[in-house]
């Protein structure tokens, strides 16, 4: 799958967001070693500690259906600025793939892409509990 199919379907799984509250709709689609791809939108909740990030409804989505090497995922916003993954998407990737690509959106189109090592440097991994 091209970048430019991963992005269109993170844009098309923003539209799905329940973002009643805070009204920042994000989208994310993450791609597999395997070539499947998963979608995810965030979900609000009234009482806020329960919203789920559409970057870890994807990879909850994917690891669910037994999926679990992720090279890269593409988050769809529509701020002014790129839309990156907050500190705990951020651990949930690393979890899976320290490795995995980073495509970040704003409204306007514009993109970046960024490593998780970039994003969350000197990470805390499964690694360090064997």
Do not use: W
Request: hydrophobic fraction near 40%; glycine fraction near 8%; include cysteine.
């Amino acid at each position: 799958m091209t970048d430019q199919e991963l992005i269109e379907v993170a844009k098309a799984y923003r539209e799905r967001a329940y973002a009643a509250y805070s009204h920042f709709k994000v989208g994310a689609a993450v791609l597999t070693k395997d070539g499947k791809v998963f979608g995810g939108c965030n979900i609000e909740n009234a009482s806020f500690g329960p919203t789920i990030c559409a970057e870890r409804t994807a990879v909850a989505k994917a690891v669910s259906e037994g999926h679990r090497d992720f090279v890269r995922i593409v988050i769809a916003g529509r701020s002014r600025e790129l839309c990156v993954p907050c500190g705990v998407c951020r651990q949930v990737l690393r979890e899976f793939a320290p490795n995995i690509e980073i495509i970040c959106l704003n409204g306007a189109g514009e993109e970046r892409t960024f490593t998780l090592e970039e994003l969350l440097p000197h990470s805390f991994g499964p690694e360090y509990l064997q």
